[in-house]
Nanobody, 122 residues
Framework: QVQLVESGGGLVQAGGSLRLSCAAS????????MGWFRQFPGKEREFVAA???????YYADSVKGRFAISRDNAKETVYLQMSSLSPEDTAVYYC????????????????WGQGTQVTVSS
């Protein structure tokens, strides 16, 4: 069992930056691949970024070059640094953990945080 708690969401102006954190507890954090997803009102959760346990990172095209995922295994925390934010990034952001190989599909993740709201004003 893995428990995930996101923090760092809030209100930011367009062009600004925000860093989300996801603190994990439970089973060995380093053995999981970690992902960030976001959900717009009335939409399915969509992939944002993932950090494979072995070190590779993956990004959705919509955030590539603006967002960066990182992890600190000692602190059992994964981060999402978001820059050049636009109102189109407004969503609830979730972190998730998986032991599966495919990282872009939310169905492959067994553990989820409660989500944190990110609102970007124009």
């Amino acid at each position: 069992q893995v428990q995930l708690v996101e923090s760092g969401g809030g209100l930011v102006q367009a062009g600004g930056s925000l860093r989300l954190s996801c603190a994990a507890s439970g089973r060995t954090f380093s053995s999981y691949s970690m992902g960030w997803f976001r959900q717009f009102p009335g939409k399915e959760r969509e992939f944002v970024a993932a950090f494979r346990g072995g070190g590779n990172t993956y990004y959705a095209d919509s955030v590539k070059g603006r967002f960066a995922i990182s992890r600190d295994n000692a602190k059992e925390t994964v981060y999402l640094q978001m820059s050049s934010l636009s109102p189109e990034d407004t969503a609830v952001y979730y972190c998730a953990a998986t032991s599966q190989l495919a990282l872009r599909s939310p169905q492959n993740y067994g553990y989820w945080g409660q989500g944190t709201q990110v609102t970007v004003s124009s």
